[in-house]
Every structure is written in structure tokens, then in C-alpha cells.
């Protein structure tokens, strides 16, 4: 059986606290300078604590976790334009990646983005996970070796993504999204997942077995993960 440190909380807001004391404590203990991010409404109420306190991330630099291919970024349904608007537009940073969606040449970008990862390396990872344990835009069956690619995306995402989609735009069947290699490299990686859609995601990496059938359980061979979940598995 792996060992993960599992974090019970009472809700959404709860879990958002708790990750901000963590990454408090390792701001202040000079062990945070690169920080992977993840978008999606579990990271709505984490990134507003963030924003209402007073933590400092002049010396942080980020990594974002994928975008949509052919969403530009000024498109409300990018998360370029959701990383702006829940923190970047409120936080300075030293830098920051995004992953172009729109580059005229998606491999080239895919490798440019995996080479900046390599010369940065990543201290923590955020993920939140799919309700078919996709880890960012790593479906089921991606292999566990892949760095950051041209994924396309599952059914049963492009269901769940499509609430956010009200207007005319097409909803991408494509993404650029690190590979599950990219993320195993953090030093750190901490999960969060909230309500019960992400039961059946969670109780697959309780169960401990490693399967490509659902991403998620690759982090069981991670050395330093962190889950924090409003879910009883009692
Ligand atoms: C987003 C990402 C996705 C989401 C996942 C959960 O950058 O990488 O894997 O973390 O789809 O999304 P929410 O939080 O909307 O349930």
C-alpha cells in the first residue's frame, strides 16, 4: 500500500485553508520558488484566499497545467483568461507559463513549454482531478512516460467542460497539456477534490492500485502527495 498524506475536510472553504497554510509554510521557509497550477471550480475558492491574504509571490515563479487548443486567450473560455482572472490580475508573480493554445505549431510549443519546466524545476504541483481521473488533460490511457503534448480529450470531458461553454464557440476536442512524467517530476504534488463526482476518482487511488485505466493513480508512486478532500471513504 502507498503512503499519502490524506487531508479530511469539511468543505470547499476548509480545503482551501488548509492548502494556504501549506503553501504559507513553505513560502516562508524559502522552499516554494515554482509553483504548478491548475484551473477548473475546485481552484475557484483556493486561488480567493490566496488573493485576500497578503502572501507574497514576487519571487514564485508558475507553470500552468494545460489550456484548449484553438481558444484564444482572450476568450472567457480559455484559462489563460481564468488564471487572469481569478489571480494573475491580483497577484504579482515572477514569472509566469501558460501554455499557448493558439501557437501555429503546437509540437514546438509543447517541447519549448517541457524545456522551461526542465530549466525551472517544479517544488509544487496543484491538481485538481476529472471525474474519470484525468490529471490536466491526461485521459485515461495516456501513458505514464508522457511530457508535454497534444492531448485530445474524452467524451466524458468534453460533457463536463461543456457547462462553461455558453456562447457560440465550439468546445475544443483538443488541448495542450503537461504529460503525467512533467507532474511526477514536482517535488511536492497536492491534490485537491471536493463533492461527490469525484468519489469514484478518489476511491480508485484509495484502493492503491496503479492503473493507466485512471491517471490519478500514477501520484501513488509519488514520493510527497497531499490530497485534500471534503469526501468520507469511511
Ligand atoms: C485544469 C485541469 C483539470 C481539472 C479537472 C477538474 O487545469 O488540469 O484536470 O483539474 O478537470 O476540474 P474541476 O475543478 O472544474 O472539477
Redesign the pocket.
Known sequence: MSMFNLVKVANPEEGAQNLFQLLKKELESDRLHVLG???????IPVYEKWVESDLDFKNVVTF???EYVGIHADSPNS?AYFMNEHLFSKKTFRKIHLLNGMAADLEKECAQYEESLQQYPLDIQL?????NG????NEPGTPFDSVTHVAKLTDS?LH??SRFFDNDEEIPHTAV?MGIASIMQAKKIVL?A??E??RAALAKLLEGHVTAEWPITKLLQHKDLTVITDLNFD
Open positions: 497550477l491548475a484551473t477548473g471550480g475546485t481552484m500552468n497545467l494545460d484559462y491538481l485538481g482531478v476529472g471525474e484525468h490529471i490536466a488533460f470531458t463536463v467542460n497539456t485537491v471536493f463533492g463526482k469525484k
